[in-house]
């Protein structure tokens, strides 16, 4: 009957035993569930053991995401709270428990380091090169006893728990299960908590991330804003330098600015003036170029007004022409240039007077051919510098015209005179022979605009 | 054999006495940290260094090792013979833990090397009447 | 002679006595006090009979004693040699035993050690005694000489 009874009361104090770890995994569990605080969570842990299992100096260190050391998270019971202090992994009991992932019992660790001390002693006379430094591990300044239990999450290691006592007492084994348990329970919390965190700091990055964006923004608008106007500036500058017509083709595309010529009808003008040479040699530059400036002005008005491409002034020469980029047709474009050059006659006339009256002591006088045939127009040069021009037997026919031509005269072709003969009055004039045509060219002189009815 | 009541005097509280013999039946009487307990009919040894208890069971497997329980301070006798060694597994990883473990704390890594866990079977287990 | 440098463990260290069974099994047992002629190469340790019965009969048998001493400082010598006599123990020796305890059980106290337990192991007196001629001494403090052999 008392065997019975004996079996009966070891059974009743294995299942008391066992709802108390129940009521133990429970209390704790929902103690540390119950905040995202990684600090809470920590103590209320350590605490924890502390009210269950009389653990009287522990701490719990978590790994660090170097993987290379843990840094003692929370404390309980020790005088130097010791919060931060690192432990490599691999050195020392908790160290060597963080490598392995397994639980560690140590007992009696003052004889095990004494001889260890006796062992380094004994080396350290025959051949100490091998020896490192001896480590000062946070903790009992006097321990004989340790437990250190891995926190495992999964297979991760999170930190490790470690509970340490003075005196040489032996840690049950029955209670490791359950710490273990509980030891990594908290890993699960500490783990979210730490991911909580994580999130929190994400977080705030992120904002930080979009008011760094919103406030770039604003301040890109203003940059362009500013940028374009700079291009502006420049590209007005810049037009100053091509003719509108090719200005225009430029910017708004049309024309590609690679090395690109054709084959076209054009009707090209010359003049230059007479007597000008003599004049640079007598004049201050500052009245030469304020002469020749006012000159060139006024004829490239009377050229864009009528639609001309100029191609360029050489000094007090102009080279224009009509037909490209733009053309009205043949007929169009040299009528158009025919009424340019009459006009520039009578502007140069108002010049001369204006010019006298000023003290200039020449009268300037201008000399102009004109030509319409093929011609070759386009972008010449080299990669780097272009120039937007015409060349071709044409353009030398217009050039001796214009040399040909008597002061304020226009001289043409007889192919520009095919082409204008019922705007114009004009007188024929004699053969001129230049070189590359083989044929002698007749000339005719431009006496006045037939008055449009 | 072994049970709960021993189990304390195998955790290395209290150091224990072993005796081996060699072939030529020279004893031989020396003293280590831990007998680690393995089953209820094995425990271990653990060996570091090359030794003279290592060298005679070698040749002789009887080997006779006294433990104290640091609870209770009662000693046992043990009877045991020499069965294997084991350089891998969970015992070994236990010793050898508990090996880096210290090592390490007193800057001697590397010097103390596990070379092997020596598992020997328990043939007696007496208290002793002090 | 038994070289001066072995005397400290000798007489202030615990130790442990070990012989082998003609069958070359092994016993061994505790030793609670010493004495030394180091003149004549002989030690004599004393023993309580009534734990180390198998251990006597045999050593009787065989004579071979391997005889082991240790400091609480990891110093520690193994002296091997033949069994002359086991004898029952003199006042004297009683009494030298009795300090060597005493001051042993004091150091395991000092070291945090219950006093109840040490004496228990301790406390009580050993009966016999144990003579023999030393022929080998061992250096048996753990390092790299451990094992090696002292000349005398």
Redesign the interface.
């Known amino acids: 009957m008392s065997d019975l009874q004996n079996e009966i009361d070891a059974i009743s104090k294995l299942l008391d035993r066992k709802s108390k770890e129940v009521e133990i995994i429970k209390q704790i569990s929902s103690q540390i569930n119950k905040t995202l605080d990684i600090n809470l969570i920590a103590k209320a842990t350590l605490l924890g053991m502390d009210e269950f299992f009389g653990f009287k100096h522990s701490m719990i260190l978590l790994k660090n995401e170097n993987n290379d050391d843990l840094s003692v998270l929370a404390t309980h019971g020790y005088d130097d709270q010791g919060i931060g202090a690192k432990v490599k992994i691999?050195?020392?009991?908790i160290?060597?428990?963080a490598k392995?992932k397994?639980l560690?019992?140590?007992?009696?660790?003052?004889?095990?380091?004494?001889?260890?001390?006796?062992?380094?002693?004994?080396?350290s006379q025959?051949?100490n090169t091998?020896?490192?430094?001896?480590?000062e591990?946070p903790g009992l300044p006097d321990v004989?006893s340790q437990v250190a239990i891995p926190m495992m999450l999964e297979d991760e290691l999170v930190g490790v728990f470690s509970v340490e006592s003075k005196e040489?007492n032996?840690f049950d084994?029955s209670d490791e299960l359950l710490i273990s348990i509980l030891a990594n329970q908290s890993a699960s919390a500490l783990q979210n908590a730490r991911l909580f965190e994580l999130e929190q700091k994400r977080l705030k990055d992120l904002n930080k991330a979009h008011s760094d964006l919103a406030y770039l923004n604003t301040n890109l608008e203003k940059k362009v804003e500013e940028r374009t106007a700079e291009l502006v500036s420049l590209s007005e500058k810049l037009s100053k330098y091509f003719s509108p017509q090719v200005y225009e083709s430029i910017f708004s595309g049309k024309l590609d600015v690679t090395i690109q010529t054709k084959r076209k009808q054009l009707t090209v003008f010359f003049s230059d003036l007479q007597g000008f040479t003599e004049l640079t040699e007598r004049l201050e530059p500052e009245v030469l170029t304020q002469l020749i400036t006012e000159y060139l002005t006024e004829m490239s008005k009377i050229a864009i007004k009528w639609g001309g491409t100029i191609d360029k002034f050489i000094g007090d020469a102009m080279l224009v022409f009509f037909g490209d980029p733009n053309s009205l047709g043949e007929k169009k474009d040299a009528i158009a240039c025919v009424s340019m050059a009459v006009e520039m006659l009578e502007k140069l006339a108002d010049l001369r007077e204006v010019w006298k009256d000023r003290g200039v002591p020449k009268s300037l006088n201008a000399r102009m051919g004109i030509h319409s045939g093929t011609c070759t127009v386009g972008n010449f040069g080299s990669e780097d510098r272009l120039d937007y021009t015409i060349i071709g037997r044409g353009v030398n026919l217009a050039s001796r015209l214009e040399s040909s031509s008597k002061p304020n005269r226009i001289l043409i072709s007889e192919d520009t005179r095919t082409l204008v003969k019922d705007h114009i009055i004009s007188q024929k004039k004699e053969e001129i022979y230049v070189k590359g045509i083989s044929y002698p060219v007749q000339t005719y002189e431009i006496s006045s605009l037939i008055k449009e009815t | 054999m072994i049970n709960e009541e021993h189990t304390p005097a195998m955790q290395g509280m209290f150091p224990s006495t072993i005796t081996t013999c060699s072939k030529d039946g020279e004893p031989n009487t020396s003293v280590i940290s831990q007998v680690w307990y393995v089953d209820e009919n094995h425990v271990a040894l653990s060996n570091q260094f090359f030794n003279k208890t290592k060298k005679n069971v070698s040749e002789n497997p009887y080997a006779f090792a006294t433990i104290t329980n640091p609870q209770t301070f009662d000693m046992y006798e043990m009877e045991l013979m020499f069965d294997h060694t084991e350089v891998e597994g969970d015992l070994f990883d236990e010793m050898e833990m508990k090996l880096e473990a210290i090592a390490s704390m007193s800057g001697m890594s590397g010097i103390f090397k596990l070379i092997g866990s020596d598992v020997y079977k328990v043939k007696s287990i007496n208290k002793l009447n002090l | 002679m038994i070289p001066e440098l072995t005397m400290n463990v000798l007489t202030t260290g615990f130790g442990h006595v070990g012989t082998a069974t003609i069958d070359k099994k092994s016993y061994h047992t505790d030793t609670m006090g010493v004495t030394v002629d180091q003149q004549n190469d002989t030690i004599s340790c004393f023993v309580k009979s009534s734990i180390a019965e198998e251990f006597l009969k045999n050593v009787n048998e065989t004579k071979k004693i391997s005889f082991y001493l240790g400091l609480e400082t990891h110093e520690a010598y193994n002296f091997k040699g033949t069994l002359i006599e086991t004898y029952d123990l003199g006042s004297e020796e009683l009494s030298q035993s009795e300090n060597f305890r005493k001051s042993f059980i004091d150091k395991m106290k000092s070291m945090g050690l219950p006093e109840d337990g040490i004496k228990k192991i301790f406390g009580n007196p050993p009966d016999k005694g144990l003579k023999f001629k030393v022929e080998k001494i061992f250096k048996q403090t753990p390092g790299p000489e451990a094992g090696q052999e002292l000349s005398f």
């Open positions: 691999g050195v020392g009991v160290g060597i428990v392995r397994k560690m019992r140590m007992a009696n660790l003052g004889m095990q380091r004494s001889y260890m001390q006796a062992v380094r002693q004994e080396i025959t051949d091998k020896l490192q430094d001896e480590i591990l004989e040489l032996i084994k």
